[in-house]
Structure formats: structure tokens, C-alpha cells
């Protein structure tokens, strides 16, 4: 039998094991001892973000968490802290409550049951079969971004993914392609295949182990698929956040509540647009600030709004005292405590620090 007729012969997902075989990824950081809480970690940072960039946030993640248990006694703040920088700080705020619940209903070990891993915070349908497949080789269908692009082309799916009913149907083509041996393999197989081969922008269709079956290149409409979400114009919002200095230099930084934008996180005292800065901080933090000055905007956005956020520089009066609390602190720009920041914020520390610097 030829090359050409054994690969005719081979299913769908005997195809892509024989590819992950020779060019599938097996040494990441989460494959070297799997275990249900590594891999679930990973699959959490993974989530809208590039193996690439995950990768030194894992390392560090894993060595201040080794284990379930300490990631559940840890304080969120240290959670949020080694997160700064990933965004989608919901991840983590739900890492930590699922860990919580597993040292306390689990008796610290992962469930095994994907019922049970479904009802766990922050964790749907694809991220618990993902673990389950991945770290106890579990027979579960994944249904994540790269595996839908490979379904949708494979089979030319039409219309949006996010849909409910094109969801379902490549939901149903997922649990049809899993095999029942191998899962393991073949669940990172498909995931290997939708990140390094089968990707949004010029996919190595040449090097596909699926491509002679391919239905979107068989059409010559790969780039069609799959389709892209609608298009709808985000809102803009606008801020100032006040960045005040006391006489050591020391920043103040507010907690912003649990729940919510930048949930637990550390950001700059926030001043509404439309009042002045001086009666502001007189009126709300009791302090007496220097001529304020303004610094260029900058814009943040989230999945539904713009921020547009005006940053503004002033130093307190020495008479004036805002007193440290359970939701401010003095941040200390030349030895910062680990606090969870939020991303501009942390963008207008780095400049605030070279700026003293200079």
C-alpha cells in the first residue's frame, strides 16, 4: 500500500495523531508531570492567550503554587499579583475561588467527574474536558478557538461560531472525531494543529495531515472560515486618574471592590471628568494637592467599552495626610509591594518611576 492510500484509509483523528507523532508539541511546561491541577491552571492562562506569552506567567504561577492547596490558602492579592500582566483577571479571580472549593468540598483533589469540574467557578464544558483528557486521558470532546477553526474549515461550516446553533454542530463533530484510545494525544493534537498549521492568518495548508479532505480548501474559501463575530462599534467611557504623591514620593493606590471591573485589583484614586481635581481630593481624600499636571491619555479596552483614561500627576501637601486602610495603600515605587495591579495602571507606574529617575 502506498503512502497516499494508507493516509486515505485513516480517519480524521488517525490523521492527526499520526502528525502529533512527528511534529505535535510534548515538551510545554504543563505536559512535564500533568497532573489535573497544572494542566488546569494552564488551560485557564491559555485561554485568549498565546502559548508564548503564558508560558513565563506559568513558571512563576507554579512556583509560588505548587499544588492546589497553596494556590486555595494563598491571599487573592498574591494571586492577582503574578497575574498582572496576563489581563482577563476574572481568570484568576476564579482560579482562586475554584481552588477554595476544592480544598474545602474536594478535600484538596481535583474532581475527577466532569459534572463535578463543570460546577467549579470560571470553568466550562471545553477547559474541563480539556483537563480531564489531557491529565487523566478521559474520553471528552474539546470545542476551544483553534478546534473550532480546524471544524469549521474541515467540514466548511458556515456563519459565526458563537452562535448557538453553529455551536452545536461542531459541538457534535467534535464528540464524532474524538477517538475512544489516544485522547490524550489526540486532544493536543488538535489543539497543536490550530495553533502552529491550521491558524487565522496564512495557514500551512501544505502541511496539514487533514488538507486532501479539507472541505475549505477543496472550495478554495479557507480564509472564509471561520466567519468573524459581527462587528458592533464599543462605547467610550472617559476617567482621570489621579496619580498623588506624599513627601517620600510614595503613590496612593485604592482596591477596586471583588466583583466587577478590575475586580481586586490596585488602580489610582478615580476623579469624574467633569469636577476639578483640587476640590476633588479636598472634598473626597481630605488632602490639599499641588497644581496638578496633566499627562497624554491613554485608552484601555475591555471586550464591551473603550476607557479612555486621563492620567493626572500632583503631589500632596506636607500638612496633608490620606491615611493607609484596608483598601489603600502607599505604593513604593523603589521597592513596590507585590499587589495586583491593573494594566495601565502598571504602565503609568513604570513611567512615574523612570520619570523620578531622571
Same mark, same amino acid.
Not at 489516544?182 to 496539514?208: E, F, K, W
Not at 481586586?264 to 476639578?276: A, N, Q, R, S
Given at each position: 500500500?502506498?503512502?497516499?492510500?494508507?493516509?486515505?484509509?485513516?480517519?480524521?483523528?488517525?490523521?492527526?495523531?499520526?502528525?502529533?507523532?512527528?511534529?505535535? @508539541?510534548?515538551?510545554?511546561?504543563?505536559?512535564?508531570?500533568?497532573?489535573?491541577?497544572?494542566?488546569?491552571?494552564?488551560?485557564?492562562?491559555?485561554?485568549?492567550?498565546?502559548?508564548?506569552?503564558?508560558?513565563?506567567?506559568?513558571?512563576?504561577?507554579?512556583?509560588?503554587?505548587?499544588?492546589?492547596?497553596?494556590?486555595?490558602?494563598?491571599?487573592?492579592?498574591?494571586?492577582?499579583?503574578?497575574?498582572?500582566?496576563?489581563?482577563?483577571?476574572?481568570?484568576?479571580?476564579?482560579?482562586?475561588?475554584?481552588?477554595r472549593v476544592i480544598r474545602d468540598?474536594?478535600?484538596?483533589?481535583?474532581?475527577?467527574?466532569?459534572?463535578?469540574?463543570?460546577?467549579?467557578?470560571?470553568?466550562?464544558?471545553?477547559?474541563?474536558?480539556?483537563?480531564?483528557? %489531557?491529565? =487523566?486521558?478521559?474520553?471528552?470532546?474539546?470545542?476551544?478557538?483553534?478546534?473550532?477553526?480546524?471544524?469549521?474549515?474541515f467540514h466548511a461550516i458556515d456563519?459565526?461560531?458563537?452562535?448557538?446553533?453553529?455551536?452545536?454542530?461542531?459541538?457534535?463533530?467534535?464528540?464524532?472525531?474524538?477517538?475512544?484510545?489516544?485522547?490524550?494525544?489526540?486532544?493536543?493534537?488538535?489543539?497543536?494543529?490550530?495553533?502552529?498549521?491550521?491558524?487565522?492568518?496564512?495557514?500551512?495548508?501544505?502541511?496539514?495531515?487533514?488538507?486532501?479532505?479539507?472541505?475549505?480548501?477543496?472550495?478554495? @474559501?479557507?480564509?472564509?472560515?471561520?466567519?468573524?463575530?459581527? @462587528?458592533?462599534?464599543?462605547?467610550?467611557?472617559?476617567?482621570?486618574?489621579?496619580?498623588?504623591?506624599?513627601? =517620600?514620593?510614595?503613590?496612593?493606590?485604592?482596591?477596586?471592590?471583588?466583583?466587577?471591573?478590575?475586580?481586586?485589583?490596585?488602580?489610582?484614586?478615580?476623579?469624574?471628568?467633569?469636577?476639578?481635581?483640587?476640590?476633588?481630593?479636598?472634598?473626597? %481624600?481630605?488632602?490639599?494637592?499641588?497644581?496638578?499636571?496633566?499627562?497624554?491619555? %491613554?485608552?484601555?479596552?475591555?471586550?464591551?467599552?473603550?476607557?479612555?483614561?486621563?492620567?493626572?500627576?500632583?503631589?500632596?501637601?506636607?500638612?496633608?495626610?490620606?491615611?493607609?486602610?484596608?483598601?489603600?495603600?502607599?505604593?513604593?515605587?523603589?521597592?513596590?509591594?507585590?499587589?495586583?495591579?491593573?494594566?495601565?495602571?502598571?504602565?503609568?507606574?513604570?513611567?512615574?518611576?523612570?520619570?523620578?529617575?531622571?
Open positions: 500500500m502506498s503512502y497516499n492510500e494508507f493516509m486515505d484509509n485513516m480517519t480524521f483523528s488517525d490523521r492527526l495523531l499520526a502528525w502529533f507523532d512527528d511534529h505535535g @508539541r510534548k515538551d510545554l511546561p504543563w505536559q512535564r508531570h500533568a497532573s489535573p491541577y497544572r494542566v488546569w491552571v494552564s488551560e485557564v492562562m491559555l485561554q485568549q492567550t498565546q502559548v508564548a506569552t503564558v508560558i513565563p506567567y506559568y513558571q512563576r504561577f507554579m512556583e509560588h503554587f505548587p499544588d492546589v492547596l497553596a494556590l486555595a490558602d494563598a491571599p487573592l492579592d498574591e494571586v492577582l499579583h503574578l497575574w498582572t500582566g496576563l489581563g482577563y483577571y476574572a481568570r484568576a479571580r476564579n482560579l482562586h475561588r475554584a481552588a468540598e474536594y478535600r484538596g483533589e481535583f474532581p475527577c467527574d466532569i459534572a463535578a469540574v463543570q460546577t467549579l467557578p470560571g470553568i466550562g464544558r471545553s477547559t474541563a474536558a480539556a483537563v480531564l483528557a %489531557l491529565a =487523566s486521558g478521559q474520553r471528552h470532546a474539546i470545542l476551544d478557538g483553534n478546534v473550532k477553526r480546524v471544524l469549521t474549515r456563519g459565526w461560531p458563537g452562535r448557538t446553533e453553529v455551536e452545536q454542530r461542531l459541538w457534535a463533530l467534535a464528540e464524532r472525531h474524538t477517538p475512544a484510545q489516544h485522547v490524550a494525544n489526540y486532544t493536543q493534537a488538535i489543539m497543536d494543529l490550530g495553533a502552529t498549521l491550521c491558524t487565522r492568518a496564512s495557514p500551512g495548508c501544505g502541511r496539514c495531515p487533514l488538507s486532501e479532505d479539507c472541505a475549505a480548501r477543496r472550495q478554495d @474559501r479557507v480564509a472564509d472560515f471561520p466567519a468573524s463575530k459581527p @462587528r458592533k462599534t464599543l462605547p467610550v467611557r472617559d476617567t482621570v486618574m489621579l496619580m498623588l504623591r506624599n513627601a =517620600s514620593g510614595e503613590v496612593l493606590l485604592v482596591q477596586r471592590p471583588p466583583e466587577g471591573l478590575w475586580g481586586g485589583l490596585w488602580i489610582f484614586p478615580e476623579c469624574p471628568v467633569d469636577e476639578d481635581v483640587g476640590q476633588w481630593c479636598e472634598r473626597r %481624600l481630605a488632602c490639599h494637592i499641588s497644581p496638578p499636571e496633566i499627562w497624554s491619555a %491613554l485608552r484601555h479596552t475591555f471586550s464591551h467599552f473603550h476607557l479612555d483614561i486621563t492620567p493626572v500627576h500632583a503631589r500632596m501637601d506636607t500638612a496633608s495626610a490620606v491615611m493607609e486602610g484596608a483598601n489603600a495603600v502607599w505604593y513604593n515605587l523603589a521597592s513596590p509591594p507585590a499587589l495586583g495591579l491593573a494594566a495601565p495602571v502598571q504602565r503609568l507606574l513604570l513611567q512615574l518611576k523612570e520619570e523620578s529617575r531622571a
